[in-house]
């Protein structure tokens, strides 16, 4: 969402005006009216961000205040680190001599710079009014967007293979009359086919014959509740159609409650995404002494959860190498038609990029039967190679996937990007994860939460429970029961990067064995151009050596000096100077990550110390000799990984 942009900014300049304020003598107004003008502008962009009318200029002007806002949070930490970083002194020292030479001098230029960024600012909402924009709080907008209605996409999953044992379970849990409340949930990610199975249920012979009426109605991100009642109570009672149109809502409640306590029903609310959803709807549902069924589909195992924490909570698993070949071979291939064993060959490969998930399997499907189901096998190389091209292009799995993404809280949407930095298939610690998002500004506690005294790794670790609990971030267990490591799968992954590069949130840069270098581009989303300055790399060094990474910084160049992340990826032999270009150029690095750097002699260089914004460095599996004297200088430092 748009906002997510300037909330993000609005926050961290918030969290510099507290954590730096010994530092920004002279300039703290100045910086505080910034705030206040990112805040301004953000009930602008609330109320262009859901007019579809508006959506290419949205893209626009998001791109130029990311601009804007990264120029701020670049005046702002280059102040400090005028006053910070004096050579041969430490921070107190620099920042005495430096309030007594020049103080006033400097925040004379820093003032001046930011009044220009606040006149971008202001230039940027009298264009958003000149186009009917107005400013609108959330609450507003939420009230605004609630009889509108999103896409489903079960229209296009109509084969079925594999789920016998979940058939079975939910056929017998729908058939036991023993249990006096009848709630059954099934969640997973979107596009495992929770809706295609939850039909199925239904359609089953025993259970349509062991019920009096059933009943089908979609929740999405979007609802009304009066239509989404009215609705089921028409299919449910049929004959009383008109009665019920004339309903109130509070006749609407309790017709539907008492029908369901009268009669054996099975009502299906699929794709029920919030708690707030099901409170709005909870009241026309007797939850005990029914023999009537309810049955969720959800993304969120704390929605089903939350819903009735006694019933069952089905999770939808992925496919089976063979079911996905049983599926991809009913999309993509006439029943006449020869498979012979390169197309076999080629299907499995391609099978690899669906990693179990029909609706995957299913667009895969329909590709080949588009381009290469009828046709020779050089045009399954060629669907083979531009897989990733064909997706973005042809499919719907984007946009069910994109749904995950968007109906995410602004706070949340910076920690899911920053997983898309670490390679694919990835295992990442969960502990080092967190680590990084405290450090990179990205766990913030509200007010409640300062006055309670909770612990920032707290939250960070409830954002992480969030993101698994929808479904977007898959994790494994420690004996304890703790999250020991966190991975995309392979398809929410292509999301996750997508998303990141279209934001400018990240750049990723593969440096191959023969010094060939490969930008990560956006295989699932259009791509957005920008300016705007890199401000996290992901340098992946497949079998690199010292010479790869020296060209690699000079290609670089000076994008590098405005990251606040840099992480590499692959094994790397030398000596530590090589490293010198990012403690030298990449004086406002919040996140450094130098691991598994096998063979390198001595130690640190010493300009490691200039490094002032430092807030995490991990130098984990690497060979060193020793740290120098000025790691005393980062004083920000929270995270060391030795």
């Known amino acids: ?205 025993k259970v349509k014959n062991n019920f009096d009426g059933i009943a089908w109605a979609c929740i999405s991100q979007e609802y009304h509740v009066k239509d989404i009642l009215m609705g089921i109570l028409i299919k449910l009672i049929p004959d009383q159609r008109q009665e019920v149109k004339e309903m109130i809502d509070d006749e609407l409640f309790k017709a539907l409650y008492e029908i369901q306590q009268k009669k054996r029903c099975i009502v299906v609310l699929d794709d029920i995404w919030t708690k707030e959803a099901w409170n709005c709807l909870r009241a026309a549902f007797p939850m005990d002494d029914t023999r009537s069924k309810l049955l969720i589909t959800t993304r969120n195992k704390e929605v089903a959860e939350y819903i009735n924490p006694r019933g069952l909570v089905h999770e939808l698993r992925c496919l089976s190498d063979q079911e996905s070949w049983d599926l991809l071979k009913k999309r993509a291939f006439p029943e006449t038609k020869v498979i012979n064993e390169d197309m076999k060959r080629l299907g499995h490969e391609l099978l690899k990029k669906c990693g179990g998930i029909p609706l995957a399997i299913i667009v895969l499907g329909g590709l080949l039967a588009v381009n290469g189901g009828l046709l020779a096998v050089d045009e399954w190389e060629k669907v083979y190679k531009k897989i990733n091209l064909h997706f973005s292009d042809k499919s719907e799995l984007s946009k069910v996937l994109a ?72 994790v494994r267990f420690n004996l304890s029961g703790k999250i020991k490591t966190c991975h995309l799968h392979d398809l929410m992954r292509e999301l996750c990067v997508s998303m990141a590069m279209r934001e400018s949130f990240l750049s990723i840069l593969n440096i191959q064995q023969d010094n060939e270098t490969e930008d990560c581009s956006s295989p699932m989303a259009p791509k957005v151009e920008s300016t705007c300055k890199i401000r996290r790399l992901s340098l992946n060094m497949r079998m690199s050596d010292k010479r790869n990474m020296i060209q690699s910084l000079k290609q670089i160049g000076r994008a590098t000096l405005h990251l606040r992340t840099l992480m590499f990826f692959g094994s790397m032999e030398g000596k530590w100077k090589i490293c010198q270009p990012i403690f030298t150029n990449c004086k406002f690095l919040r996140v450094l990550k130098l691991e598994y750097l096998f063979n390198m002699e001595g130690k640190l260089p010493k300009s490691v110390g200039d490094l002032v914004h430092l807030r995490f460095l991990s130098l984990a599996g690497s060979s060193f000799q020793g740290l120098p004297k000025s790691m005393g200088n980062l004083v920000c430092m929270e995270f060391l990984d030795l």
Not at 153 to 164: A, L, N, S
Not at 436 to 457: C, D, H, P, R
Request: hydrophobic share 40%; charged share 30%; net charge negative.
């Open 403 to 474: 749904l995950s993404y968007d109906d995410l809280p602004w706070q949340l949407k910076p920690c899911f990007l920053h997983l898309g930095s670490f390679p694919e298939d990835a295992e990442i610690p969960a502990t080092k994860v967190l680590n990084m998002w405290i450090a990179e500004g990205f766990v913030l506690l509200n007010a409640y939460e300062e006055e309670s005294k909770t612990q920032v790794e707290d939250v960070a670790e409830q954002y992480l429970t969030e993101l698994v609990n929808r479904g977007m971030v898959q």
């Open 1 to 205: 969402m748009a906002e997510s942009v300037v909330s993000s900014m609005g926050k961290t300049i918030g969290k510099l005006l507290i954590d730096e304020a010994k530092f920004l003598w002279g300039v703290e107004g100045k910086v505080q009216d910034l705030q206040k003008e990112l805040e301004l502008i953000q009930g602008f962009l609330m109320d262009a961000d859901a007019r579809p009318e508006h959506e290419q200029a949205v893209g626009v002007w998001v791109s130029q205040l990311r601009e804007i806002a990264y120029d701020a949070e670049d005046v702002i930490e280059r102040y400090i680190l005028r006053v910070a970083q004096k050579k041969g002194q430490n921070i107190i020292k620099a920042y005495a001599c430096f309030v007594a030479k020049c103080a006033c001098l400097q925040a004379h230029m820093v003032g001046t710079e930011i009044e220009g960024l606040k006149s971008r600012i202001s230039n940027l909402r009298m264009s958003m009014q000149d186009r009917g924009i107005r400013s609108v709080n959330e609450g507003e907008r939420k009230h605004r967007g609630a009889s509108m209605s999103r896409r489903t996409y079960d229209h296009i999953k109509e084969d079925f293979v594999g789920r016998e044992d979940s058939m079975k379970e939910l056929v017998e849990e729908m058939l036991n009359d023993k249990k006096k409340q009848g709630v059954i949930s099934i969640w997973g990610m979107g596009g495992l086919g929770k809706t295609s199975l939850a039909k199925k249920v239904i359609a089953h012979e």
